[in-house]
């Protein structure tokens, strides 16, 4: 194909049931009804074959298909009359009686090309299914290169990064999910962080069966409602631009698509964000959790943040900063955080020698207004002769601790590299810090989680849309962090702080809000765009809780066996 073909894509969202008979049916009809827009490729939902609920490990592989059955034959037959690329989700009885949840890409002559099981379960699915034992496959057709995952893969970032990384410029998801925070931040933000598309298709309609809906809402205090597929299957670009999205009903939706425009990993700042990763600093992410000490610290319950947005910037700022950090210290901020490189006019052509001598007065006039608060401010530091962009935190004692940016940025092309990951304690919690550079990076967030951060600051300057839509908030949800991001207000959006909730582990009793189906999005405080101090309340003690359902917390099972992409160098 052509670095100018343009493909169209699909994706089919809809109910499937606990008649295997039934639910080959409506794969069948959705499969000739997603044809009639005649695209080159087609996307269902996860778990095609059965609902994902199983009453004993015999059940589950009764329900489950084999590939050279009857079931799947029909799927294919069905792929060659309409002449198309497919991918579906199913149950698997694996012929060394393994049960796996697999999706497979099938050709437009009905052949299995690949076959790629979900590296990430959730809740009750662990007991049933093995996980994928290798990385998955990236499938070279003429459409382009396509990677396949499903689900709550695509809730945290490594399964489709690996994907990405590997050269994947189509990620296909099928779901299976009743939360509204998976289309609204997980789906999109894997195509953005990885500038690929991303064509995901949901269910709607019961995800248990009918018959026990009453009791099983009776029983969790889940509503209704909340025990269906929540749609919002969805087409999105690299840059992040959602194509397409369905609402809650029986849909097919496609787009139009130019796959080349994934070989283009180059940000708006000029950065590619492949070449500027750091597999070196990535190995823990690929480490067995069980070998990795965990942080003994607990935060507080809540805690104050003050988000500080300038009139101004370059020297003429300073005065203005000062006078908000002493007010903000005042109203009894805890952490106050600024935009990134403030004092400095040009930041991409700055006067090192200048930039650095305000910084070390910035250090001492912030140590001496500081009072109960810890301040975090990016600056420029000198170190044996080179010239570091870096995110210092400050309090009554002066710097606590400083974060060097870690990855090339075009835009801060001066700035020489660290090749640490900085974490400090402090009164109200474990505090991270990220450097404006780093904010693109799953995996700068993923390695300050896993040092065991509640608050992370992030004085940044923001690029791309994404990255204040779903880029940081995603950050905060995956992770299960409160992050304070501060930012000069611009139309690509302005700062914002988020808390989280204290209810989250699905399948348990929530005491504090009704259940809404909402499991990861984060509570948001946005600054505005005006100039002037937002004062936000985080939790960080609640970041403590990283386990969404029975048998799946968000850092400790993360798929470290088959990641191997993002430390590979």
Known sequence: MSESSTIRVAAAQFHIGHDLDENLQTCLRMIRKAAECKPDLIVLPEFCNHLSWYEDQQHCDRVSVSLDGDWLKAIAAAVKEVATYLVINVTVLREDGACTGTSLLYSPKGELLADNDKQIYIGHENDFLRPAQVEGPIIDTPLGKLGMYACMDGVINETPRCLSLNGAQLILNSVNSFAPDEGSLHMPVRAAENRVFMIAANKVGPLIPDF???PVSEATGIPKPFLCGAGDS????PDGTVLAIAGNEEEVIFADINPADALNKVNASGTDIFASRRPDLYGVITTDPASQPQSEYRGAEKASAAMIQLSQTGPAAIEEAIEYVTKAVADGAQVVVLPELFFVADSANPDLIAAAKDSQALIEK???????AVVVCSLVVVEAAEYFHTTVA?????VIAAQKQLHACARLAWSALGNDVVTVNTDFGRLGLVTGGDTIYPEMFRLVAMQGAEVVAVPFAVQEKWELETG????????RLNVVA???PSPLGCSFANKLHKDFTVMTPWQERAFDGNLTYPIITKAGMAAGITLAELTPINAQDKVVSLGTDLIRNRPWRVAGAISRQ
């Open 472 to 479: 940081l908030i995603e950050r905060a949800a995956e992770n």
């Open 366 to 372: 912030f140590t001496a207004i500081a009072g109960q």
């Open 234 to 237: 969805q087409i999105v670009a």
């Open 486 to 488: 501060v930012t000069q």
């Open 394 to 398: 400050i309090d009554q004692t002066g």
């Open 212 to 214: 026990l809906m009453d």
